[in-house]
């Protein structure tokens, strides 16, 4: 049973950063590919930034060259550091797990995730 679970989200102000960590059980992040989703209230889940077995990375534009996606194989953890927060920046993040190694260099659709976490509440102040 693969079971994700995210942690690190909390409250901080325009400019702030934070680091998401998901620790996963029962799947390995070493060979699968991954991924960041947000939801905002009233909006849809969007992909964020997901990373594959190799190491390749895809970002979403609003959030490049402010987040970074990351993997430590030993202690099987997908992270995410946000940099720069903005108040639209706001939302539920979610890890996820995808069902199949992709090669696209565009952030996965929801259609391709397999498992998801809970969530964690992610809020940013102007």
């Known amino acids: 049973q693969v079971q994700l679970v995210e942690s690190g989200g909390g409250s901080v102000q325009a400019g702030g950063s934070l680091r998401l960590s998901c620790a996963a059980a029962?799947?390995?992040?070493?060979?699968?590919?991954m991924a960041w989703f947000r939801q905002a209230s009233e909006k849809e889940r969007e992909g964020v930034a997901a990373?594959?077995?190799?190491?390749?990375?895809v970002y979403a534009n609003s959030v490049k060259g402010r987040f970074t996606i990351s993997k430590d194989n030993a202690k099987n953890t997908l992270d995410l550091q946000m940099n720069s927060l903005k108040s639209e920046d706001t939302a539920v993040y979610y890890c996820?797990?995808?069902?199949?190694?992709?090669?696209?260099?565009?952030?996965?659709?929801?259609?391709?995730?397999?498992?998801w976490g809970q969530g964690t509440q992610v809020t940013v102040s102007s």
């Open positions: 996820a797990a995808l069902w199949a190694r992709r090669t696209s260099s565009t952030v996965p659709s929801r259609s391709e995730v397999g498992y």
């Open positions: 990373i594959e077995g190799d190491g390749n990375t």
């Open positions: 029962g799947y390995s992040v070493r060979y699968g590919s």
